[in-house]
């Protein structure tokens, strides 16, 4: 940051979603849209833990991405998902595993919100709390 920008300012930067570049406890909201089912395994539960670290206490974190198919039909539809974008990646999803790894990073008050249909499968939206 810059010695002319505010302390509250918000000055874009770059970075890798398993090593955040911001100090700790520094959002109130975290909000992910369609990203998780893009990352490994272990890069989820990193990313996980890196939201968490720069949430303030009592933070929120909010995700609309895949979720476990809610049925048959949506489940044959999120095949081809995973032929796109990979299956190791979006096995945690399909499973529907994300509230699980949530938990371990430390979030509270983790809940699995609306299931919506759609033409490549199940979007789910997802809170948890730290």
């Not at 490549?120 to 730290?130: I, P, R, V």
């Amino acid at each position: 940051m810059s010695e002319e920008n505010s302390p509250d300012e918000f000055v874009p930067a770059l970075g890798f979603s398993t090593k955040l570049p911001f100090r700790d406890r520094h959002f109130d909201c975290v909000l992910s849209s369609l990203f998780f089912h893009h990352l490994l395994p272990d890069a989820k539960q990193l990313t996980f833990r890196e939201v968490h670290r720069v949430l303030k206490p009592g933070g929120q974190l909010h995700i609309a991405d895949w979720g476990k198919p809610g049925s048959f039909l949506m489940r044959g539809l999120f095949y081809f998902i995973q032929l796109l974008d990979g299956f190791d990646n979006t096995r945690d999803n399909v499973q529907g595993r994300l509230p699980e790894l949530m938990r371990q990073a430390g979030f509270r008050n983790v809940t699995t919100g609306r299931e919506f249909s759609t033409m490549f499968g199940t979007m789910t939206l997802y809170s948890g709390q730290k």
